[in-house]
């Protein structure tokens, strides 16, 4: 049996989506960006909470590592916030100076749809209209969000919209943090990837993708510091980025659709603190402004729909 209830965050509130029988649930605050801040899910044996949120509201305001942020219309950065679309040049706000970055919705007040609670599954759907708030983005577009909790862990699927009478430019991510029990250290990493891109001092992409099978095969990450950007091989329409913390038995899969305008890339960033690792499905890599690559242009009315995820289960790989 599945139930949502809510509770006060400061002056927000969270939403729950939670499995009645496992004490599974997911905590998402719809007036801060559609933020998901706390997930808990179940291997089997026992629930870990694998969503490195943030712990207050204060936390949350400050939005320090955009921690579950969603990444709408661009995702990463934008070099010095410039870039031209149809033969006009653009400047967006550098909110991490000197780039533009993570969209223009991440801490933007949702409304909520609907939401809905049955045997099997609860699921919330949220929406955002943008209206041209920014002369750095001068378009209309809607995003709808919704979250489903069920057996199969949790899942997204975003809709953006162009409400607009003109084309526009989108690309889409979602920011998330996730942990385990060990250090990230101390865990195993595999990712869908073969190709890094390469980026400049200030993390804009060169332009070059080199050969990375690092992780490939399940490897133990270790002191190995990350805040890269690696294409998906797309011979399946799902791919897995799998986190394992062998001591606790436990395997994080972050998944992600592949294919035509789906999520192609995924940025891996460790924060200093290697208390979690960031693993964030994008349509596009940084830069996509500028660089064009895998840029989705939207005709008016047109949709853009896409699917991304969370489970978990017991560890998929053991030390020998």
């Known amino acids: 049996m599945y139930s949502i209830d809510t509770a006060p965050f400061g002056n927000f509130e969270k939403i729950y989506l939670r499995n009645m029988d496992t004490n599974e649930y997911a905590a998402i605050i719809p007036q801060f960006g559609a933020n998901l801040n706390e997930l808990v899910l179940n291997n089997g044996i026992q629930s870990f909470a694998v969503v490195d949120g943030d712990t207050t509201p204060h936390e949350l305001i400050l939005n320090a590592a955009f921690k579950s942020a969603k990444l709408t219309p661009f995702p990463n950065r934008i070099n010095q916030g410039k870039y031209s679309f149809n033969d006009k040049d653009y400047q967006l706000m550098t909110n991490m100076p000197p780039h533009a970055i993570h969209g223009l919705v991440f801490n933007k007040e949702f409304s909520v749809v609907s939401q809905t609670a049955t045997v099997s599954e609860a699921s919330i759907v949220l929406h955002y209209q943008y209206r041209a708030e920014t002369t750095g983005y001068p378009f209309n577009f809607d995003v709808e969000l919704r979250f489903l ?8 699927t975003t809709t953006i919209t162009n409400t607009g009478a003109a084309t526009i430019p989108v690309g889409d991510g979602w920011h998330l943090y996730f942990q385990c029990p060990s250090k990230v250290d101390n865990c195993l990493l595999q990712l869908p990837s073969d190709n890094m891109l390469v980026s400049d001092a200030t993390l804009i992409p060169t332009g070059i993708a080199k050969p990375y099978i690092d992780f490939s095969t399940s490897k133990m990450i270790g002191n190995t ?4 950007c690696f294409t998906i091989s797309l011979n399946k329409p799902i791919a897995e980025v799998v986190l394992t913390d062998v001591a606790s038995d436990l395997s994080v899969i972050a998944w992600q659709e592949v ?3 789906k999520y192609n890339y995924v940025q891996i960033y460790t924060p200093p603190h290697r208390n979690s690792i960031a693993i964030e499905p994008m349509t596009c890599p940084p830069n996509v402004l500028n660089n064009k690559e895998r840029l989705i242009v939207l005709q008016p009315n047109e949709k853009l729909v896409i699917d991304c995820g969370v489970k978990v289960e017991r560890a998929r ?4």
């Open 259 to 261: 294919g035509n305008r």
């Open 225 to 228: 510091a990350f805040d890269d």
């Open 317 to 320: 790989m053991h030390l020998v």
């Open 149 to 156: 909790l069920s057996q199969n862990g949790l899942s997204t």
